[in-house]
Structure formats: C-alpha cells, structure tokens
C-alpha cells in the first residue's frame, strides 16, 4: 500500500521559516518525481516544487524562488520543502505528490496535506 504522510505544518510569523517532510512508502522512491502542491481556502491546487527522482533536478514556482527548497533523502523514502521568508499568502494545504511515467500514463499518489499558517 502506497503512502505519503506530509508533516512539518504549523502557525508561524511572517518572516519565518518551516521546513516541511513528506514521508513515502510501499513505492520505488527514487524511481519517482516528487512535487509539492499547496491549495489555499477558495483557489485552485497550484504547483509550488518539483524534484525528479534520477537527477534530483530541481523546479521552482516563480512565487516560491529563492524563499523555498525541495530536496530529498533517497534513503530515507522522504522529501523536503524548506520554506523561508514566509508570507501571509503562503498559508495553505500542502501536499506532496509521487509521480512516475509508465508508457505515457502518469501514475500518481498523493498525501493528505499540511497545513502552513503564517500570521502575526
């Protein structure tokens, strides 16, 4: 059974730093591309990261560059998102999500989120 179990959420001030996990199971991990998604009340699931499993190349949401920083820990089947310089707008669902392609059909798993409140 595959699992992704996101952690790290809290309430924090602006200006800030939180440092997200996203815990994998029951899949090839490093076979995998890894993302992180947030979605804040009434708007739509947006891409923030993404880091690709064989290369770990990196991606970035315009938004997120230079404030954020997905990695990740073949070894330990989890991946990061390091968020510093946090905003109000940044308070959302954040979720991970594994995703592989198997002759051209993307094949993905997602977690149950976090949650990342950044107020005063």
């Known amino acids: 059974q595959v699992q992704l179990v996101e952690s790290g959420g809290g309430l924090v001030q602006p200006g800030g730093s939180l440092r997200l996990s996203c815990e994998v199971s029951?899949?090839?991990?490093?076979?995998?591309?890894m993302n992180w998604y947030r979605q804040a009340p009434g708007k739509e699931r947006e891409l923030v990261a993404t880091?690709?499993?064989?290369?770990?190349?990196?991606n970035y949401a315009d938004f997120v560059k230079d404030r954020f920083t997905i990695s990740r820990d073949n070894g330990k089947n989890t991946v990061y998102l390091q968020m510093n310089s946090l905003k109000p707008e940044d308070t959302a669902v954040y979720y991970c999500?594994?995703?592989?392609?198997?002759?051209?059909?993307?094949?993905?798993?997602w977690g149950k989120g976090t949650l990342v409140t950044v107020s005063s």
């Open positions: 999500k594994a995703r592989r392609i198997s002759l051209g059909t993307a094949i993905d798993f």
């Open positions: 029951g899949l090839p991990f490093s076979n995998y591309d």
């Open positions: 880091i690709s499993g064989a290369s770990g190349y990196t």
